[in-house]
């Protein structure tokens, strides 16, 4: 699942791709939400980002567009 983590006072935002559910995700937030602490989420190939949970201005959802090879 690709994830887009909106940054309060950063240009860009953080895409990662990732194994977990957006239930597990979001539930990770509010954990660290409520404990003042960091979002820490891995992706796809193992690496770690972490964000200060104070500092999230938005999650998104998404799956990443299924690339086609050929002639449709």
Same mark, same amino acid.
């Given at each position: 699942?690709?994830? &887009? /983590?909106?940054?309060?006072? *950063?240009?860009? %935002?953080?895409? /990662?791709?990732?194994? @977990?559910? @957006? %239930?597990? /995700?979001? $539930?990770?937030?509010?954990? @660290?939400?409520?404990? %003042?602490?960091?979002?820490?989420?891995?992706?796809? &190939?193992?690496?770690?980002?972490?964000? #200060? @949970? *104070? &500092?999230? *201005?938005?999650? %998104?959802?998404?799956? #990443? $567009?299924?690339g086609t090879?050929?002639?449709?």
């Amino acid at each position: 699942m690709e994830v &887009k /983590i909106g940054v309060q006072h *950063a240009q860009r %935002e953080l895409t /990662i791709d990732t194994d @977990a559910t @957006a %239930e597990d /995700i979001s $539930a990770q937030l509010v954990q @660290a939400l409520s404990e %003042e602490g960091v979002l820490r989420l891995t992706d796809t &190939k193992g690496r770690q980002v972490v964000v #200060p @949970a *104070a &500092k999230v *201005a938005y999650l %998104e959802f998404g799956s #990443p $567009a299924v690339g086609t090879v050929g002639f449709r």
